[in-house]
């Protein structure tokens, strides 16, 4: 299943620092990322063209996730991966399920166990964030009925969309173990706890910000 990196100019610093803890802790090369001005990589991109306003963000991703296959794993480039199991994540979206959330998001708000599985949990059709976009797999007209133009990342969130029929799962344990790569305000300040010393001293060495 295709891996789509999201991006914008204002953090392409982060994304060798993404690429490289991805590739050792996750390691699957089907990635595309998806951004405006092309960032250090080898890996394919896809520029959506000139960045505008945030409120812009919205309009020009949905022109680009209205072209990719039924379903897709989305992340971003701020998602520093600690540790991904690939075995469990799931191969198809079953019939009514919008999101499949590969953290323990679901899990921190309501929530119901499906009687049918240990491992997956179902969000409340009345929980808040049902739209976070913490890696997970979506569907792609469940994305769609939601990312309508004219939406900063926030206001996309933020929606919660209630008893819409779409079912939201989650996972008992984490399949995608990762930090929140930088603080909202300050792009530069890299959440990097937890992490082997060897891998600090390397995103540091390689990348001079870090300092």
Partial sequence: MKII?????????????????????????????????????DFPFHSMGKQGPVNEWSTDLRKYFEQQDDSFIWIMED????????????????????KICLTNDVSKRDHVKMLSSDFYLRASQTSKYRLSTQPSMWNKKYLLQYLTPGLTPWEFETQDPMNDGWHVY???EPIVIHNEGVRRFDPF????????????????????WLK
């Avoid at 390691?27 to 595309?32: L, T, W």
């Avoid at 998602?79 to 919008?98: A, D, S, Y």
């Avoid at 890299?190 to 001079?208: C, H, Q, R, S, W």
Wanted: proline share 9%.
């Fill in 189 to 208: 300040k890299v959440d990097l706890a937890g992490f082997p010393p060897e891998d600090i001293t390397y995103l540091k060495n390689m990348n001079t």
């Fill in 5 to 41: 990196v999201t991006t914008s100019n204002n953090y392409l610093h982060l994304v060798p620092v993404f690429e490289y803890l991805y590739l050792k802790y996750w390691g699957d090369h089907n990635i595309e990322y998806v951004g405006y001005d092309k960032p250090q990589t």
């Fill in 170 to 172: 989650g996972v008992a």
């Fill in 79 to 98: 998602t520093l991966i600690k540790r991904v199991f690939p075995k469990r994540i799931p191969q198809e979206m079953p019939e009514c399920v919008g």
